[in-house]
Every structure is written in structure tokens, then in C-alpha cells.
């Protein structure tokens, strides 16, 4: 599984993509198998209600099946991962009921 990291008007460190690297394969391990690569884009986008806040595309793809593309807004970098990935995983396990 390969990992793609872009986040806007920021650079990615090493550590940093060590840890999203981490933090992707825990939540996504029982998948790990299936998915060729994962893109994450990171942007920062405005609200009318909460300001700035940033929004995470996240592109699935797998051998053999369409490619998985959602978003999800945080107000931070990690909660907008983490609820990409949460969505990520239930689509994963509903849609094309991979289970091991």
C-alpha cells in the first residue's frame, strides 16, 4: 500500500509522514491487503460558522473495483484524517464487504 500525502501551504516532513503513514495502516489493517494506494489531500477551506477549518479528500484505490474518493471536514489536520478514514472503512466494509 502506498501512501500519497499533499497538504496545502504546508510542508511535510518526514516525521509527519512517518506518523500519517502509522496512523493510516492502523485504521485501515484489515484492508491493508486490498488497497493498492491511498491519496490524502489536505486544503483549507472557509465557513461561514467555524472559519477556517480543513477538509480532507481521500482517494481509495483498489485492485480490480472503482476507486473510493470522499471528504471530510475537521478542525484540525488529524480530526479531518481521522473521520476520512473512519468514512473510508465503512464504505470499505459495506459496499464490497472485505472481511478477514
Known amino acids: 500500500m502506498k501512501l500519497k500525502l499533499s497538504i496545502k501551504d504546508k510542508t511535510v516532513t518526514a516525521a509527519m509522514k512517518v506518523k500519517l503513514s502509522k496512523l493510516v ?7 491493508v491487503l486490498n488497497i493498492r494506494t491511498v491519496e490524502l489531500q489536505i486544503d ?5 460558522q467555524h472559519g477556517l477549518i480543513k477538509q480532507c479528500r481521500l482517494k481509495l484505490q483498489l485492485p480490480g473495483l472503482p476507486s473510493i474518493m470522499l ?6 489536520t488529524l480530526q479531518a484524517i481521522k473521520r476520512a478514514l473512519e468514512n473510508g472503512q465503512k464504505i470499505l466494509a459495506q459496499k464490497y464487504a ?3
Open 71 to 76: 471528504k471530510a471536514k475537521g478542525n484540525n
Open 25 to 31: 495502516t492502523m485504521q485501515l489493517q484489515k484492508y
Open 98 to 100: 472485505i472481511a478477514h
Open 44 to 48: 483549507d477551506v472557509t465557513s461561514r
